[in-house]
């Protein structure tokens, strides 16, 4: 089983260039979300999709793009890298929300930008 | 602003002892919360809690809401050193799109 699978698992990137972070589900999931963890603190949404075609701002969304072309797929594209954006990011698919399904976090991609 | 505060924030125990995590939230329009166990890579689901006063047991982990104060705890009884781990706490909040607030995180770790 598959799941929810993230490429790459380790990048690093100099200041300015400009990266995407692949995402994928084999679970039909309709959400699908990104969420990136600095050191010693919880999870922050950074975008976040209810079906193809439709991606709405997270909490921490500036500095990033997505798209949503196919129910499978969410990558998350970095524009002109910073710093800051040096993080662990997981990329995360759930069947909805109302219901209160739970949601199933990809392994995690480490970023790291120099 | 929606807020989820876990503590303590790490703790160190002894194999065999018992431990209690805990997670308050503030979220508008409340409808579940759920616990993950964090180990190297992605956090992986534990309990998903609606409802108050009802205990959700898995092993010898349990957990349990009290909507009324706006916090749940989760137990780990005789810890083993595999449980050493970041356990995040999230809320999840029903205001008319999607809002999962994530805490933190209390890392545990058991030392034999």
């Known amino acids: 089983n598959a799941g929810v699978t993230q490429t790459p698992k380790f990048r690093i990137l100099k200041i300015g260039q400009s990266m995407t972070l692949q995402c994928a589900q084999d679970m039909n999931h309709n959400y699908m979300y990104w969420y990136r963890q600095d050191p010693g603190m919880g999870l922050k949404l950074i975008y976040y999709s209810v079906g193809a075609g439709i991606t709405d701002k997270g909490e921490v969304p500036n500095g990033y793009n997505v798209s949503r072309s196919t129910t499978e797929d969410f990558p998350l594209r970095l524009e002109l890298a910073a710093p800051s954006q040096t993080s662990v990011y997981f990329c995360?698919?759930?069947?909805?929300?109302?219901?209160?399904?739970?949601?199933?976090f990809g392994e995690g991609s480490w970023l790291t930008v120099v | 602003e929606d807020k989820v505060v876990q503590s303590p924030l790490s703790l160190v125990v002894h194999e065999g002892d018992t431990v209690t995590l805990n997670c308050s939230y503030e979220?508008?329009?409340?409808?579940?919360l759920l616990w993950y166990k964090q180990e190297k890579k992605a956090p992986t689901f534990l309990f998903m809690l609606?409802?108050?006063?009802i205990e959700k047991k898995s092993g010898r982990l349990s957990s349990i809401l009290d909507k009324k104060e706006l916090f749940s705890i989760l137990n780990i009884t005789a810890t083993q050193t595999g449980d050493s781990a970041i356990y995040l706490c999230a809320a999840y909040s029903g205001a008319g799109s999607y809002q999962l607030t994530f805490g933190k995180g209390t890392k545990l770790s058991v030392i034999p």
């Open positions: 979220v508008t329009n409340f409808r579940s």
């Open positions: 995360a698919s759930s069947l909805d929300v109302y219901s209160g399904n739970t949601i199933y």
């Open positions: 609606t409802s108050s006063g």
